[in-house]
């Protein structure tokens, strides 16, 4: 439905498919901000979804939740190339000059690549990753870095041409269809090499998507802000980032399991499940509306900081509020949802993980705006300091629910003040682009 909604001329942005702005568009109107947010809360919902009815496999529930993680983590990686596309196509329409690349040749040469790689490098990593059934879960992994990679080009662009309602509609279908192949297998007889299947092969919705699209055919054949050999580093450090983003929002479980010995881990379900429950309110929304952030920044550059001030107040604020409800009603909640005793986990644990959604969000905001300015080198330094002193803390001895806690809190809060050393200081736009 949404999708058919975005056939229709956008009020506030009139863009033609060469790039050329016909008037100065604003970031995102009110319908557009309510599609985003509607795609976004859903996405949300079926990860949740797809979490719970993972319980059913018993013995078999972490390691989907290891292989979940490690999907995820592959596709925020991805998402690095999203954010930078966004970041492109915004300022090559705010300048109305696009020499680069078209894009859709740079979704399958990223496609191709990234798959070929993953395919040659799966024999080191497969039998790490996975305990059982290690080869077909390293070829479905495979599978959904191929196509996440076209869908991430698809959606950066979308962000960047402010098309907000085909952009909330391609990420609403491929969670949509992720749901719908999930919901298939647990009726045919749940196994976990099926809920891995429905997963990573969902990341192909976007065949459909530029089939009934025009504008999705449009921005996939939009043109970069500048030359290749210009943009592809700029693409590297943003993958750098979102690597470590990635590692840390959605890949926390697949590290912890690296870090943590075998038996110890495989009992620890009921935290793996709260850790995703405290982060999936704010940071998947966050994902969302990354793109929204991305091109609010570029066009609002010349203000800096203080352009991001605002949505820093309100992150603090909701993180404050939901830590306080997780320390009282977390617990009760956590059984409620999967009617099981065993994933009560205590208050005071999901507190503190909530904190660390937060901290992570902030940390996802300011990294925005460092990319934004062009500070690529501070935005990929913040975020890999972040990665590299959570991973630093996991490796201290100790519970496994206080590694966690600790590495989660610690590792954003040094990322954020690296990001916010240089945002302080005035900025020189493009300071970073030789």
């Not at 060469?18 to 996405?43: C, E, H, K, M, Q």
């Not at 009815?53 to 998402?79: D, H, K, N, P, R």
């Not at 390293?138 to 990679?149: N, S």
Request: aromatic share 8%; with cysteine.
């Amino acid at each position: 439905m949404v999708l058919e909604a975005a056939s229709a001329p956008d009020k506030d942005t009139m863009i033609s498919d060469d790039n050329a702005t016909v008037s100065p568009p604003s970031t995102i109107g009110g319908r557009g901000a309510l599609y985003v947010g509607i795609a976004s809360a859903f996405s949300a919902a079926v990860g949740y979804v797809v979490m719970l009815l993972a319980t059913g496999l018993g013995s078999e529930t972490s390691q989907f939740l290891a292989f979940w993680s490690f999907l995820f983590t592959c596709f925020g990686i991805l998402s690095g190339i999203s954010v930078e596309t966004t970041r492109s196509v915004t300022n090559a329409v705010r300048e109305g000059f696009a020499p680069g690349p078209r894009l859709v040749w740079l979704a399958v040469g990223f496609a191709g690549v990234l798959g070929t790689l993953m395919a040659l490098t799966a024999p080191l990593w497969r039998d790490r990753a996975f305990e059982s059934d290690a080869q077909v879960l390293g070829w479905l992994a495979c599978a959904g870095v191929v196509g996440y990679a076209v869908h991430s080009v698809l959606v950066g662009s979308l962000g960047g041409r402010a098309w907000w309602a085909t952009y909330s509609g391609t990420i609403a279908a491929e969670s949509g269809v992720r749901l719908a192949l999930v919901v298939t297998v647990v009726i045919i007889g749940s196994t976990m090499v099926g809920l891995a299947a429905a997963s990573a092969l969902a990341a192909f919705t976007w065949v459909v998507v530029v089939v009934v699209s025009r504008r999705a055919r449009a921005a996939l054949a939009s043109r970069a802000d500048v030359p290749t050999t210009v943009l592809l580093p700029r693409m590297l450090a943003s993958i750098a980032a979102q690597g470590s983003s990635a590692v840390l929002v959605v890949g926390f479980p697949f590290l912890l399991s690296l870090t943590t010995e075998a038996t110890v881990y495989a009992a620890g379900a009921p935290l793996l499940l709260a850790i995703s429950f405290t982060r999936a309110p704010l940071l998947i929304p966050l994902n969302a509306y990354q793109g929204v952030a991305v091109a609010h920044f570029v066009n609002n550059r010349d203000r800096g900081l203080r352009a991001l001030l605002p949505i820093l107040r309100l992150i603090g604020l909701i993180g404050a509020v939901g830590a306080a409800l997780a320390w009282l009603v977390g617990p009760w909640l956590m059984v409620l949802l999967t009617g099981k005793e065993s994933y009560r986990v205590d208050g005071w644990i999901l507190a503190a993980l909530t904190v660390g959604a937060a901290l992570l969000a902030i940390l996802t905001l300011t990294g925005a705006l460092c990319q934004a300015l062009a500070l690529h080198r501070w935005f990929v330094g913040g975020w890999l300091l972040a990665t590299g002193v959570a991973v630093a803390l996991l490796l201290v001895p100790g519970p496994l629910a206080v590694r966690a806690v600790v590495a989660l809190v610690g590792g954003p809060l040094l990322g954020i003040l690296v990001h916010l050393s240089r945002l302080a200081r005035p900025v020189i736009v493009q300071e970073d682009a030789r």
